[in-house]
């Protein structure tokens, strides 16, 4: 069927954003800061339910506004921001879960496996696309970035723009995400696959390929498990991921 | 402290001339372009005032070296020079100026999965420069590719030293701003180190600024020195500078030049 062949190539190029985005998040040590990211979607999806409004769209806004958040953050001590990140971005949590309720609730929380309009999966492949070409494209940047700012400044780079950009492709890839894996487990999706990446490779374009190897194979793997047997599709698939990684600490003890 | 005594070498008489301004339009022919100016550059974080008018200018293809106690600011002067700080004042380097930092540490952790290459070829994408200078830049400061090759975590204090400096090479720079070059390189490295930036300078011409705790190799290498922390700021030669009395003051210890008469 031409839907579920579209459908699981958006959950493919959805994931291989997020191996890519994670493998950043991961080594910029933002572990905490991508967590409340997703976790921000929440209040955009109770409101966007409650004026009945699609829940993506109201997740997604609300996201562009955490990202600014965020962005405005990072300028501050490194205390500070964490401390702040904590506390305002729990209060988001509480506030979407009050806006939300029931069954909606959940299945914002987790995710849920379900059909997807023609123009969700144009959409959805559009924006995975722009966050690989972005990380694939600005990889070298975003690399001296991390390893130093002030590096990167001499060399031409304008880090606080590019932070920006990095940080929208970050909310554009949880938005992708929370059809999936709900604001709960969408981070986590990033960071785990990104995290065994980052234990068991030995170069940068190692990385890449075993963080979008992992988040992939999790994603596809899981949607599929939990539609079989009806359970919400983010635990299946972070449960996935998480076993890949445990396996790839094994992996690598042995070798 | 470990440290080597400064001593000062016969040739001390004739170490390179002062670049304090000449009076204009004299010798204007034979005058050294100057690769930076700074005037009255100021910074301060919050009430905290951590570097107060300094005026300074480095002509190009010499040598300064900064010196002066922790916390004097050092570091934070780089900063600024290279926009990453905002100051009061100003700070100009010659048009077409490139260049090359080499930070004093890193904020990375041990286990990138990140190789030398790596991080040598995005320096040569961001800088449009050829990957051939990858190498060129490798030889210049006598790492091995296989060194190169490595995930950065894996390479000693002193192969990442120079993996920092080969990368502040990449791009051809035309200034080489080096912050402690020798933290957390055992002696020797320390003076293969300098060898190696002293030659780079001369072969490459270029015009260095660096950080320095080693007063008897800045009293070797440095055109000119310039002094942060007790008292005021001072700029000029380094026989001139690096008198004991003046390091007393800089560091506000007597221990140096005691040092330094038992040995002279």
Known sequence: ????????????????????????????????????????????????????????????????????????????????????????????????????????????????????????????????????????????????????????????IDVRRLDLLYLLAFALTVALGLRYLGVLLMGSLIIIPAATARYLARSLAGMFAVAVAAAVLATVAGTWTAAHYHRPSGPVIVAIAAGL???GVLARRDS | MGRPPITRPPSAGSCSPLSRPEPEGRDSLLRVRNALEVEHLSVAFGRARVLEDLTFSVPERSALAVIGPNGSGKTVLFRALIGAVPYRGSVRWAPGTRIGYVPQKLDLERDLPVTGFDFLRAKTAVARAPRAEVARALELVGLSPESAARPIGTLSGGQFQRLLLAFALVGRPTVLLFDEPTAGVDEPGEELLYATIRRLQEEEGLTMLLISHELSLVYRYASSVLCLGRGKPCFGAPREILSPERIAEIYGTPVKFHHHDHVG
């Open chain 1, 1 to 156: 069927m031409i839907t579920s062949a579209s459908s699981l190539l958006l959950s493919v190029a959805m994931a291989a954003a997020a191996g890519l985005v994670g493998s950043f998040a991961v080594m910029r040590r933002m572990t905490l800061a991508s967590d409340a990211i997703s976790h921000v979607a929440l209040p955009g999806i109770g409101l966007a339910l409650a004026f009945r409004v699609h829940p993506l769209i109201g997740g997604a806004a609300a996201l562009l506004l955490g990202t600014f958040a965020i962005w405005g953050l990072e300028r501050r001590t490194r205390i500070s921001t964490e401390t702040l990140i904590g506390v305002v971005f729990s209060t988001a949590l509480a506030a979407g879960s009050l806006l939300a309720s029931g069954e909606e609730l959940i299945d914002a929380l987790l995710g849920s496996p379900g059909d997807l309009t023609g123009w969700e999966v144009a959409l959805g492949l559009v924006g995975a696309l722009a966050v690989i070409g972005f990380v694939l494209g600005a990889r070298n940047r975003l690399l001296l970035a991390l390893v130093s700012p002030d590096i990167a400044r001499t060399a031409g």
């Open chain 1, 245 to 247: 990684f445990f396996l």
